[in-house]
């Protein structure tokens, strides 16, 4: 088993529409551990989800739910949170446009 450290994503404008920002590849576990989210000129709010059919609508698969972070300022998630193949992380940012996310983790190929 090989594990390969990798940015899922970003770094990534998001917008008031619920975009699909990492899918797992196909015979891949994966691992998130670190969640990176800026807010550059205004405060942010976000929401980001783990299989959810939308990040905003779906509260049960919800990993940040109208997560503030402040202007000018950075927030940081680290973790371990296990995905299986298909499993999707989406997000998307609430009133304004701007957050710029960044997710990285391992994937784990056998």
């Known amino acids: ?7 899922f994503s970003g770094p990534t404008v998001l917008t008031t529409s619920n975009q699909i ?3 797992v590849p196909q015979n891949v576990q ?4 670190s969640i990176h989210i800026v807010a550059t000129t205004s405060t ?5 989800s783990i299989n959810g059919a939308a990040a905003m609508t779906s509260t ?24 299986a193949p298909g499993d ?4 998307l ?7 710029v996310l960044t997710l990285c983790g391992v994937e784990v190929t056998s």
């Open 1 to 7: 088993m090989a594990d390969t450290p990798v940015r």
């Open 21 to 23: 920002v990492y899918i």
């Open 30 to 33: 994966a691992v998130l551990r």
């Open 44 to 48: 942010a709010q976000l929401c980001l």
């Open 60 to 83: 049960s698969s919800a990993m940040f739910f109208k997560q503030f972070v402040p202007s000018n300022t950075v927030f940081n998630w680290f973790g371990f949170m296990p995905l």
């Open 88 to 91: 999707t992380i989406q997000a």
């Open 93 to 99: 940012a609430i009133g304004s446009v701007g957050p």
